[in-house]
């Protein structure tokens, strides 16, 4: 039976669709962009991901007690317009032929720090707009919108790209924004912001309260560990990926949107099986066994090579971890806030998020060293060797043993 969340969510799930499908249009344009236009190295295209993510995590850190205390829906929509103009700007500097590496680092830094501060507004909303019970199914329905976005975006896009450049689909992408901002806006009832504190300045331990609260939860501290070491050495070796098919292999852009769009049809189907294989095996059992499957397969990234082959290779190895990726992220993101108080819950998102982003960081710059000391192929090879110990951090129990923690207050400003 299908389970009705209502309108409101509805208008939430079709804003997060909108922006998805137009970032995932626009994938791949920055590093073509780099590597094709501003004639970037390996190096250099690692370091643009790294310090987008690291300055953008810096400068969102201070940001999670800023939206745990302000009502949600206007902090998405800022959000989604500071997104527009940092992404608009691109096209536009493209156009004029005033497009450099500099710029593109800024707009990642801006788009990035806006990207944290929606996901905290957005993951508080939603544990205020849903029961608990359905956590599951809404997080399952993003996370297949997500998958399926990912699926029609990057052919999508390559073809654009190789029609008409890039300028096309990074407008795409700042358009979506504009229509993400429209949906949260049609939402009506209430809204949710934690209870004001008598002091209004900033405290260092208001900065520290989302790590805390993860590292006190044993289930919560398991769940960070892998999930960030996982992010971190998947998305380590995503710009040498590109570096290696587009400027080792010279992948047509057609091919390279085909390499990533073809595989996330199977995260798509795996978000749509995950709440029922939780129904039939128990939530534990499900997360454990896709938590160790998503770490085995990148490791046969290390046998792609040039050609129809390389491009099937990477087809099946991305489509079976994404699949299995499909199944265990929408489980770990409802047992994420199902743990977490809803007046904490900006914060554990935000110190969430920028541990994340912070790590990738750093990862991406490790391995566009061991690149250039080595070659793009021999670093993806590494992560993918490192990412077989990472399932020994996921809980090794989430049963109702390990209860939810209660609100330590009234976080609703008002009911729908």
Not at 33 to 48: D, E, G, K, T
Not at 132 to 155: I, K, Q
Not at 176 to 184: C, D, E, I, K
Not at 188 to 212: F, K, M, N, Q, Y
Request: net charge positive.
């Amino acid at each position: 039976m299908r389970v009705q969340l209502g309108r409101s969510f509805g208008w939430l799930w079709s804003a997060y669709a909108v922006s998805t499908y137009g970032t995932w249009i626009a994938f791949g344009a920055f590093p073509l962009i780099a590597v094709r236009v501003l004639h970037s190295s390996a190096f250099a295209v690692s370091l643009l991901e790294a310090a987008g993510l690291a300055v953008a995590a810096a400068v969102a850190l201070s940001l999670g007690p800023w939206v745990e205390h302000r009502a949600k829906r206007p902090v998405m929509i800022a959000m989604d317009l500071i997104r527009f103009v940092a992404m608009a700007s691109v096209p536009i500097a493209y156009v004029l032929d005033l497009l450099s590496y500099g710029q593109l680092l800024v707009v990642s830094v801006v788009s990035g720090t806006a990207n944290i501060a929606f996901g905290a507004a957005s993951g508080a909303y939603l544990k205020y707009l849903v029961r608990g019970d359905h956590l599951l199914v809404a997080n399952g329905r993003f996370e297949g919108t997500s998958w399926a976005a990912t699926a029609v975006g990057p052919p999508l896009g390559g073809a654009l790209i190789g029609l008409v450049g890039p300028v096309v689909t990074v407008m795409a992408d700042a358009l979506s924004y504009l229509l993400s901002a429209l949906g949260v806006l049609r939402i009506r009832g209430g809204d949710v912001a934690a209870p004001r504190e008598r002091a209004t300045r900033l405290r260092g331990s208001d900065l520290l309260a989302g790590w805390r609260f993860i590292l006190r939860d044993r289930v919560l501290r398991r769940l960070f560990l892998n999930s960030i070491l996982v992010s971190g050495l998947i998305m380590a070796a995503l710009p040498l990926l590109s570096v290696l098919l587009l400027g080792q292999y010279h992948f047509p852009a057609w091919q390279y949107g085909l390499a990533f769009g073809v595989p996330a049809l199977g995260g798509f189907v795996g978000a749509r099986l995950s709440a029922r294989l939780v129904t039939r095996y128990g939530r534990r059992r499900v997360m454990t066994v896709s938590g160790w499957l998503r770490s085995l397969f990148p490791l046969g990234l290390a046998f792609v090579q040039p050609g129809i082959p390389g491009l099937l290779t990477v087809i099946l190895v991305e489509g079976l971890l994404i699949t299995c990726m499909g199944v265990f992220n929408p489980i770990y993101a409802t047992e994420r806030l199902q743990r977490t108080p809803a007046d904490h819950a900006a914060r554990v998102l935000t110190a969430w998020s920028v541990s994340s982003k912070l790590l990738q960081a750093a990862l991406m710059v490790i391995w566009g060293v061991l690149a250039t000391l080595t070659s793009p192929l021999a670093a993806i090879t590494m992560s993918g060797v490192l990412l077989l110990a990472t399932p020994l951090l996921l809980p090794k129990r989430t049963d109702s043993s390990d209860p939810e923690p209660a609100a330590s207050g009234n976080v609703l400003a008002s009911h729908s």
